[in-house]
Nanobody, 123 residues
Framework: QVQLVESGGGLVQPGGSLRLSCAAS????????MGWYLQAPGAQRELVAA???????RYADSVKGRFTISMDNAKNTAYLQMNSLKPEDTAVYYC?????????????????WGQGAQVTVSS
């Protein structure tokens, strides 16, 4: 059973920093990518940052230059360094891990989600 455990959220003043972690476990298969997303009720999930196992990254325009995502492939763990935080960054950040899994028809990509990390930026 795949599990994703998130940590590192909290309360910080504007201009401050936080570091989120997400550890995936319980799968015999390899990870293709990991990332963090926002999801409002009734809305589609919104990318914050994502990284592939090969090191390619993608960021939302609103966080480019402020957030940095990285991944330790051996530990199946991703990290999101959040700098120069703004009040509008306040949200629950949901970690995603995408695994490459074998089936009788061939490999397929499957997504798993963490419990969410609350980030609050306020003075």
């Amino acid at each position: 059973q795949v599990q994703l455990v998130e940590s590192g959220g909290g309360l910080v003043q504007p201009g401050g920093s936080l570091r989120l972690s997400c550890a995936a476990s319980g799968s015999m298969f390899n990870i293709n990518a990991m990332g963090w997303y926002l999801q409002a009720p009734g809305a589609q999930r919104e990318l914050v940052a994502a990284i592939t196992s090969g090191g390619s990254t993608r960021y939302a325009d609103s966080v480019k230059g402020r957030f940095t995502i990285s991944m330790d492939n051996a530990k199946n763990t991703a990290y999101l360094q959040m700098n120069s935080l703004k009040p509008e960054d306040t949200a629950v950040y949901y970690c995603n891990a995408q695994f490459i899994e074998a089936t009788m028809l061939g490999p397929t990509l499957n997504d798993y989600w963490g419990q969410g990390a609350q980030v609050t930026v306020s003075s």
